[in-house]
């Protein structure tokens, strides 16, 4: 740091107010965003909020559907009733066909590659591939997925023109629908489930070696209606895997034929409970309704003897759902059942649990109880939960969503000495996350309802971030968070990325792209930018205005403008436009006291700079050389005892003029003696970001001071920021609490700190390729399959 004092410090002053210059053109970081966005007009408004023309479409279904256990087959038959609420006349309507994801000729099975050879070959000059990954790549060239469409025709029984683009149906209509109008069709279909840890992806069946049972997670198992909506018109674009599901509200009326000795979970509400469940399993349900941890409908005890048998009968459940987007169910003879319920202000659910005894004893402990806390959180920054059930099943799905119930996939690991279930700590924690997670996605994307298909980020992104907070309130230190700004930052340093706004079937490094970062984006804007009460307010009314209704990206970030108060262009551009960084570096500091014009002190003060500078190394040298002035004191005059230094009668009458024109304000400002430093900073990485500054006095006082990212809009590379202190500054930090994702920390202080690192020893390895005493080793017995 270089200290200056100086009468003239005013000039420094005014330099403040001009920016570095970049030699390359001005890249201007808070150019509006509107260059971008769509135009505002009557379906979507420039604050964000749905306008006053806004629609949308809707479709009703009314269904039944049978489980062959046997054959591990779904059919199903139905009847769906699609209205037409836009402007447009429509003259065929699109179906998706999920399902046809798992033809072996379909889009995904042809385009799956590698992006490179690394990510065939691990482990040096021997080519090779997980067993998992071959088995997948040979079952998908013979299994018969897909859905197989036996009928299709209109209420009146005429049959309906139709062509199959890959997961796409296209309905040609008899005649044209006009607005405000409703289209009635009856479906026919059947589909192989599809092995969920070999071929499948967010549904599926796991098979039980051990007892020869299975569990059933249905989703996409029926011919959904396609989006239609203002801002893409059809959303029919190929399901070929990572872009999920756009999809419309409507009611359900379902009923499930499964094998007698089953249990079923689902999305709705159970109509027939007198049919399907025994007295007992009523009477407990009846007294979850109001107790104060979970009741066990269906015992452990009662899942192992259902195991040990199977019944010929069938069982028909019956459920009904209302304002929903989707629909899916589990089934299986081995659930256990336990249920708890939980009301406050506008929520009144049943939370519920059903997962195998392989889960327990994690999932009789945890997972209900992280039902009812996703809920109880995720209200206090959103709506109230407005839906009677909410479900989370055990099974092959890792994890997933859908209305009213979620696939949730951790469970112990069965020793295979003793035989005890036993877990981790990343598989408790893991489990609790994902419930959270995927009970989350009730509110993004099950509610507010966002494109899935075009924007991952609009619901995982959300969704993750909503989650953070939901941990945070389950357990301080809750491990594996995603959102924290220090996690994103090898991430935002690597090259193989693309900005979060791509479509959803385009991402790179998915998990990082779509969940972490804009996770990561939003904490910051919460935390750093805009602060908890704006942001809050903010993400609440964005929720709340979208709530069954269909958002796009424009519309949130226009609403968190709108409610906030504050211009966040810049913030949406360069985090979700871009793959820039922040990496934000002090280069430099300039110390400045205010001189007080007084020569008796600022010629002492001259003094003592003069004398902290280093001896020449000749004048280090030549200390104790004898000097002829020394020898002959007669040589010595007035020079000899005075310097430049010295204070004369001239200086302190010039003093006494001066003091006399000043105002008395101006006065006080002299004597203030304030500490002013000149600090410049640069940010290599393009993504401007507040500064967040940790200022250290010499008496040992730390404090913080918080400015605006604005201070980055005349230039954006390079500034100079003023501080003022009381007294010395010994040291300062640019972002002390890591809360900004800096990827390079090393160079944000002053001084520099050093870098912590430990250096592991390791010994030479002898003898590594000895092939002889390979050859020699004794062949051991093989061991048993397992």
């Not at 051990?210 to 996409?220: H, P, R, S, T, V």
């Not at 005894?357 to 959180?377: C, D, M, V």
Request: charged letters at 25%.
């Amino acid at each position: 740091m270089f200290k200056y004092h100086a009468a003239a410090f005013i000039t420094a002053i005014a330099c403040l107010a001009l920016p570095v210059q970049a030699a390359d053109p001005f890249d201007d970081k808070f150019r509006q965003l509107e260059e971008l966005l769509p135009t505002p007009g009557e379906t979507r408004t420039a604050s964000g909020a749905p306008g006053h023309a806004y629609w949308q479409q809707r479709a009703d279904y009314v269904m039944r559907a049978t489980l062959d256990e046997t054959r591990r087959r779904i059919s199903g038959a139905g009847t769906v009733t699609y209205h037409n609420n836009s402007p447009d006349t429509l003259n065929y309507l699109w179906v998706q066909l999920d399902q046809n994801m798992f033809r072996a000729d379909s889009d995904n099975r042809k385009i799956a590659s590698y992006p490179s050879r690394d990510a065939w070959a691990r482990g040096g000059a021997t080519e090779g591939l997980r067993f998992e990954g071959l088995r997948h790549v040979l079952e998908a060239r013979q299994f018969e997925g897909g859905f197989n469409i036996t009928g299709l025709k209109t209420a009146d029984g005429r049959p309906l023109k139709y062509i199959i683009n890959g997961t796409m149906m296209r309905i040609d209509l008899p005649q044209p629908m006009a607005p405000k109008s409703r289209f009635v069709f009856q479906v026919e279909w059947n589909f192989n489930i599809p092995e969920m840890q070999v071929l499948a992806r967010r549904s599926g069946y796991e098979k039980f070696d051990e007892d020869k049972n299975d569990i059933y997670e249905i989703g996409q198992w029926f011919p959904r209606m396609a989006a239609y909506y203002d801002v893409t018109g059809w959303q029919n674009k190929q399901y070929i895997g990572d872009g999920e599901f756009t999809l419309e509200f409507g009611d359900y009326d379902v009923q499930l034929t499964v094998p007698a000795d089953h249990i079923v979970a689902s999305t709705g509400v159970l109509q027939n409970p007198q049919a399907v469940l025994t007295a007992t399993q009523r009477e407990r349900l009846e007294r979850a309704k109001t107790a104060t941890k979970p009741v066990i409908i269906v015992t452990q005890q009662e899942a192992e003897a259902a195991e040990k048998q199977r019944v010929s009968a069938t069982k028909t459940w019956h459920f009904k759902a209302v304002n929903v987007r989707d629909f899916a169910f589990a089934s299986s003879r081995k659930f256990i059942w336990d249920a708890q319920g939980f009301k406050k202000d506008g929520t009144d659910v049943m939370a519920m649990s059903y997962y195998p005894k392989e889960g327990n004893p994690l999932w009789e402990r945890y997972s209900t109880a992280a039902i009812i806390h996703t809920i109880e959180q995720y209200n206090k920054y959103s709506f109230d939960y407005p839906y009677p059930i909410a479900i989370s099943v055990n099974g092959p799905v890792g994890g997933m969503e859908y209305p009213m119930i979620s696939f949730n996939g951790p469970r112990p690991t069965k020793d295979k000495k003793t035989g005890e279930l036993t877990y981790s700590s990343r598989t408790k924690y893991g489990l609790i996350g994902v419930i959270i997670h995927e009970v989350g996605h009730n509110y993004f994307p099950m509610i507010v309802n966002s494109d899935e298909r075009q924007w991952t980020w609009m619901d995982e992104g959300l969704n993750t971030f909503l989650e953070l907070l939901a941990s945070r309130a389950w357990e301080k230190g809750f491990p594996g968070q995603a959102g924290d700004p220090r996690d994103i930052t090898a991430y935002m340093r690597s090259k193989n990325q693309v900005p979060i706004m791509t479509n959803s079937d385009s991402v790179l490094q998915r998990g990082n792209n779509a969940y972490n970062k804009p996770a990561t984006a939003l904490n910051i804007l919460r935390e750093t930018v805009l602060g908890r009460e704006l942001f809050d307010f903010a993400f609440r009314e964005y929720a709340q205005r979208w709530k069954f209704k269909r958002p796009t990206p424009a519309d949130f970030f226009r609403t968190m403008e709108d409610a906030s108060g504050t211009d966040l262009d810049w913030f949406w551009r360069g985090w979700f436009y871009t793959n820039d960084a922040v990496e934000v570096s002090v280069d430099g500091i300039t110390e400045y006291t205010v001189s007080t014009k007084n020569p008796e002190v600022e010629k002492a003060w001259q003094r003592a700079r003069k004398r902290a500078e280093p001896r020449a190394v000749g004048e280090t040298l030549d200390l104790s050389m004898p000097r002829r002035v020394d020898a002959q004191p007669q040589l010595k005059d007035f020079y000899n005892e005075h310097d430049e230094f010295t204070v004369t009668n001239k200086d302190r009458n010039q003093y006494h003029e001066t003091m006399a024109t000043l105002e008395p304000w101006e006065k006080a400002l002299l004597k203030q003696g304030k500490h002013l430093y000149l600090v410049d900073f640069s940010n290599s990485g393009g993504l401007v970001t507040p500064l967040v500054l940790e200022i250290e006095l010499k008496s040992g006082k730390k404090y913080i001071e918080r400015i605006p990212a604005e201070v980055w809009r005349y230039s954006p590379k390079k500034i100079t920021k003023l501080i003022v202190t009381d007294e010395p500054m010994v040291g300062l930090v640019q972002d002390p609490y890591w809360e900004t994702a800096d990827i390079d920390t090393s160079n944000n202080a002053w001084p520099r700190k050093t870098t912590q690192s430990r250096l592991e020893l390791f010994k030479t390895e002898k003898g590594k390729d000895d092939l002889m005493r390979d050859f020699k080793t004794p062949l051991a017995a093989p061991k048993a399959a397992k």
